[in-house]
Protein backbone atom coordinates (compact mmCIF):
# COMPACT_ATOMS: atom_id res chain seq x y z
CA UNK A 1 0.00 0.00 0.00
CA UNK A 2 1.53 3.23 -1.30
CA UNK A 3 2.02 5.89 1.43
CA UNK A 4 3.55 8.90 -1.30
CA UNK A 5 1.41 9.73 -4.38
CA UNK A 6 4.55 10.22 -6.35
CA UNK A 7 5.63 13.76 -7.99
CA UNK A 8 6.79 12.41 -10.71
CA UNK A 9 6.19 8.83 -13.17
CA UNK A 10 8.16 7.41 -15.43
CA UNK A 11 7.11 5.14 -17.87
CA UNK A 12 9.39 2.40 -19.65
CA UNK A 13 10.27 4.73 -21.88
CA UNK A 14 10.67 8.14 -20.29
CA UNK A 15 14.42 9.58 -19.88
CA UNK A 16 15.83 9.69 -16.04
CA UNK A 17 16.68 13.51 -15.54
CA UNK A 18 17.91 15.23 -12.87
CA UNK A 19 14.94 17.66 -12.88
CA UNK A 20 12.46 14.57 -13.28
CA UNK A 21 14.16 12.72 -10.23
CA UNK A 22 13.74 16.37 -8.26
CA UNK A 23 10.09 16.87 -8.90
CA UNK A 24 9.71 12.75 -7.95
CA UNK A 25 10.87 13.79 -4.20
CA UNK A 26 9.73 17.57 -4.45
CA UNK A 27 6.33 17.13 -5.93
CA UNK A 28 5.54 13.76 -3.33
CA UNK A 29 2.60 14.07 -0.72
CA UNK A 30 0.75 12.02 1.93
CA UNK A 31 -1.52 9.71 0.51
CA UNK A 32 -4.94 10.55 2.92
CA UNK A 33 -7.86 7.94 3.60
CA UNK A 34 -7.95 4.46 4.71
CA UNK A 35 -5.08 3.47 2.48
CA UNK A 36 -2.96 6.18 3.75
CA UNK A 37 -0.36 6.93 6.25
CA UNK A 38 -2.32 6.85 9.44
CA UNK A 39 -3.46 3.45 11.20
CA UNK A 40 -7.27 4.40 12.53
CA UNK A 41 -6.91 5.58 15.92
CA UNK A 42 -3.60 6.23 15.27
CA UNK A 43 -3.62 9.72 16.63
CA UNK A 44 -2.85 11.35 13.08
CA UNK A 45 -3.79 12.40 9.94
CA UNK A 46 -3.17 13.64 6.59
CA UNK A 47 -4.65 17.51 6.55
CA UNK A 48 -3.68 19.72 3.19
CA UNK A 49 -1.18 17.12 1.93
CA UNK A 50 1.00 17.22 5.29
CA UNK A 51 0.79 15.21 8.74
CA UNK A 52 -1.18 16.49 12.00
CA UNK A 53 -1.98 15.26 15.05
CA UNK A 54 -5.67 14.66 14.92
CA UNK A 55 -8.40 16.56 17.42
CA UNK A 56 -8.41 14.42 20.07
CA UNK A 57 -6.04 11.47 18.70
CA UNK A 58 -3.60 11.30 21.39
CA UNK A 59 -4.87 8.74 23.74
CA UNK A 60 -2.98 7.50 27.14
CA UNK A 61 -2.50 4.00 25.99
CA UNK A 62 -0.26 5.67 23.18
CA UNK A 63 1.82 8.04 25.48
CA UNK A 64 3.19 5.10 27.03
CA UNK A 65 1.98 1.43 28.88
CA UNK A 66 1.39 2.36 32.62
CA UNK A 67 1.02 6.08 32.34
CA UNK A 68 -1.69 8.93 34.24
CA UNK A 69 -4.98 8.71 33.26
CA UNK A 70 -7.22 11.51 32.98
CA UNK A 71 -11.03 11.64 32.67
CA UNK A 72 -13.32 14.87 30.94
CA UNK A 73 -13.96 16.36 34.27
CA UNK A 74 -9.96 17.08 33.97
CA UNK A 75 -9.11 14.43 36.95
CA UNK A 76 -5.47 13.21 36.79
CA UNK A 77 -5.04 9.59 38.50
CA UNK A 78 -1.22 8.53 38.58
CA UNK A 79 -0.60 5.02 40.08
CA UNK A 80 2.61 4.74 41.21
CA UNK A 81 5.45 7.68 41.76
CA UNK A 82 4.91 11.56 40.88
CA UNK A 83 7.72 13.04 40.90
CA UNK A 84 7.70 17.19 40.14
CA UNK A 85 10.64 19.77 40.29
CA UNK A 86 8.19 22.32 40.59
CA UNK A 87 5.06 22.89 42.23
CA UNK A 88 2.25 20.96 42.52
CA UNK A 89 -1.23 22.99 43.24
CA UNK A 90 -4.73 22.26 42.97
CA UNK A 91 -7.65 24.78 43.41
CA UNK A 92 -9.59 21.70 44.65
CA UNK A 93 -9.04 18.82 47.14
CA UNK A 94 -5.62 16.91 46.73
CA UNK A 95 -6.31 12.92 47.95
CA UNK A 96 -3.40 10.86 48.57
CA UNK A 97 -3.73 7.48 49.84
CA UNK A 98 -0.98 6.26 50.91
CA UNK A 99 2.35 7.37 52.32
CA UNK A 100 3.47 10.85 50.93
CA UNK A 101 7.72 11.55 51.02
CA UNK A 102 7.91 15.65 51.36
CA UNK A 103 11.90 16.89 50.90
CA UNK A 104 11.75 20.22 51.96
CA UNK A 105 9.71 22.77 53.16
CA UNK A 106 5.57 22.28 52.79
CA UNK A 107 3.38 25.81 53.22
CA UNK A 108 0.07 23.93 54.11
CA UNK A 109 -3.23 26.70 53.53
CA UNK A 110 -6.51 25.43 55.17
CA UNK A 111 -6.31 22.63 57.44
CA UNK A 112 -4.72 19.10 57.57
CA UNK A 113 -7.41 16.80 58.61
CA UNK A 114 -6.34 12.78 59.34
CA UNK A 115 -8.88 10.50 59.35
CA UNK A 116 -9.39 6.57 60.90
CA UNK A 117 -10.06 4.99 63.74
CA UNK A 118 -8.21 7.53 66.39
CA UNK A 119 -10.93 9.31 67.90
CA UNK A 120 -10.25 12.96 68.56
CA UNK A 121 -7.34 13.14 66.58
CA UNK A 122 -6.73 15.74 64.16
CA UNK A 123 -2.94 16.10 63.24
CA UNK A 124 -0.62 13.20 63.65
CA UNK A 125 3.36 14.19 62.88
CA UNK A 126 5.61 10.70 62.96
CA UNK A 127 9.59 10.85 62.02
CA UNK A 128 10.40 8.56 59.48
CA UNK A 129 13.36 6.73 61.71
CA UNK A 130 13.08 3.25 61.48
CA UNK A 131 12.02 3.51 65.31
CA UNK A 132 9.49 6.43 64.76
CA UNK A 133 8.55 9.18 67.05
CA UNK A 134 5.09 10.23 67.29
CA UNK A 135 2.96 13.89 68.05
CA UNK A 136 -0.61 13.98 67.95
CA UNK A 137 -2.65 16.44 68.59
CA UNK A 138 -6.64 17.14 69.15
CA UNK A 139 -9.54 18.28 70.88
CA UNK A 140 -11.73 16.35 73.08
CA UNK A 141 -15.31 18.19 72.76
CA UNK A 142 -16.37 16.91 75.96
CA UNK A 143 -13.87 18.13 78.35
CA UNK A 144 -13.12 21.06 76.28
CA UNK A 145 -9.24 19.84 76.63
CA UNK A 146 -6.52 20.01 74.09
CA UNK A 147 -5.11 16.36 73.11
CA UNK A 148 -1.81 15.55 72.97
CA UNK A 149 -0.06 12.39 72.50
CA UNK A 150 3.83 12.05 72.70
CA UNK A 151 5.04 8.94 71.85
CA UNK A 152 2.82 6.18 73.71
CA UNK A 153 1.92 8.94 76.30
CA UNK A 154 -1.37 11.19 76.27
CA UNK A 155 -1.77 14.54 78.13
CA UNK A 156 -4.53 16.86 77.74
CA UNK A 157 -4.20 20.33 78.31
CA UNK A 158 -7.08 22.80 79.94
CA UNK A 159 -7.48 25.83 77.91
CA UNK A 160 -8.32 29.59 79.80
CA UNK A 161 -9.49 31.66 77.01
CA UNK A 162 -8.19 34.92 77.99
Not at 37 to 64: M, P, W, Y
Not at 114 to 123: A, K, L, M
Request: overall charge negative.
Amino acid sequence: MAILTKGQTFTSTDTVTNVKLHNLVDNAAFVSGSSGTCASGGGLEVSGGQLQIANNGVTVAKLSAGAPSWDGSSNLTVNGTLTTGGTVATSGNLAVNGTTALTGDATLVGKIVQSGNTSDRTVRLQTGSNTPYVISFGWDDNTKELLVTVGSSEYKVALTQV
